[in-house]
Every structure is written in C-alpha cells, then in structure tokens.
C-alpha cells in the first residue's frame, strides 16, 4: 500500500544530497547532531528510498504530537492516522523496539532497586504514550534481580481490571520475593488516585502473609511518574 502522505506525482529523490548531508551530520555530531524531524525523516528515506520524505515528517510527529508518541504508535494507528505502508510503519516500530531492548538490558544488568533510574527510563519510554491503560508487573528474586516483566491487563483508555489473587498466585508460580507494580495513565497525568492507592495495599497485604513484598507502585504519565512509596503512599 503506497503513503497516502505522497502528492500524486511524487518528487523524485537521488539520496545523495540533503540525505547525505544528514548522514554525515549524524556521524559527525551524534545523536544530538538531528532533529526530530530530521531524524524520522531519514528513517523513511530507508523504507521510502528515492523520495522527499521530510515533508512526510514533520506532518507525523506533528499528527501524533512528537517523536515519542510516534514511535509508541500501533501499526494500525500509523497506517490510518499518519498514512503509511506497512514498510514504512516497520521501520518506525523497528526502532522503538530496539530503543526499548536496550533500556530493558540496562534494567536487567543490575539489582533493580539500586538502578532505579534505569527502570524508569524503560518503563517511561515503553509506557508513557500509549492511548490505553496498561498494568504490568515486574517480578524479583531474593536478591532484586528482574525475574520477569509482564503485563497484566490491559484496559480502556482509562480504566483496566487487576485482581489482586492473580497477581499473587503469578508471583508464587514464579517463585517470585518481590514485586514492582506498575500502569501509565493515559491522561498525561502520573498522581495516584484512590483506586491505585487501594489496589495496592490489598496486594501488600495479600503477599506479606506469604512473604512476596511490594517494593514499589510506579504510575507512568506523559507529563513524569509517579512513586507511590516516594509518595508515602504505602
């Protein structure tokens, strides 16, 4: 299926020279050397070869709202909302994919409450632009390393069901100590609302009696996150 993004007689494109001056900026100056335009821009030219794709865009990131929420889009929401091929959504989800493979290795390599930050940085980039609300729950051994990283409902745009048995009876499946609780809010907003604050005090309290402890509720927003025992909270 051809982007519906192209004009009817496409501008043709010989890849040599402003591409090539983007190339050599990239290799030049880095990851900060592009903008975010520019970087999407390039993306296309790969899967779009011998085409103008910087048009192209800059009307995505402005349709979607930015390279994070681009990135973060379903393949359904980039072929009908941004009009790509599947080619091109591939090559946008492609690099999600391998941005979050290395955020989740930095997260893995070490006891996740002494890399904190790395465990926000993957949950904030895996979680903080999607449309829905998501649960997951990260499961620890005794000595806080990531066991497993798994979801566990998936609801409305503002709302998903969690039960707290299921939880507890997946931790003792797993053999799991400990458990980091997380969800994102598709709001933008990452506070805490009562419901959360529940949930999670049942599931402290359902584990302490078998010895899994809850280390953590972990809200993630467009606009930060939110910890709920930073918080005091629990």
Do not use: C
């Not at 409305?156 to 809010?185: K, Q, T």
């Amino acid at each position: 299926m051809p982007d519906s993004s192209s004009a009817p007689a496409p501008t043709r494109h010989d890849g040599e020279g402003h591409r090539g001056r983007l190339r050599q900026r990239l290799f030049d100056g880095g990851t900060e050397a592009l903008l975010d335009h520019e970087l999407i821009e390039y993306l296309l030219g790969l899967a779009i070869p011998r085409r103008d794709t910087k048009t192209i865009a800059k009307r995505l990131i402005e349709e979607f709202g930015g390279i994070g929420p681009l990135l973060a889009a379903d393949k359904s929401a980039l072929i009908r909302k941004g009009g790509l091929s599947e080619t091109s959504a591939a090559a946008i989800k492609i690099v999600q994919a391998a941005a979050l493979r290395m955020l989740k290795v930095e997260m893995a390599i070490q006891p996740i409450l002494a890399g904190w930050q790395a465990v926000i940085d993957y949950l904030q980039a895996d979680m903080a632009h999607i449309q829905i609300e998501r649960v997951r729950v990260l499961h620890l051994n005794g000595r806080n390393m990531l066991l497993r990283d798994e979801l566990v409902s998936e609801g409305s745009i503002d709302e998903a069901a969690v039960h707290v048995r299921e939880v507890i009876r997946r931790a003792m499946d797993l053999g799991s100590a400990a458990l980091i609780l997380v969800h994102n809010h598709p709001s933008g907003d990452p506070q805490p609302s009562k419901q959360d604050i529940a949930l999670t005090k049942d599931i402290i309290e359902a584990g302490r009696h078998l010895g899994i402890r809850v280390h953590d509720h972990v809200i993630i927003g467009r606009n930060g996150n939110s910890s709920l025992r930073a918080l005091g909270l629990i």
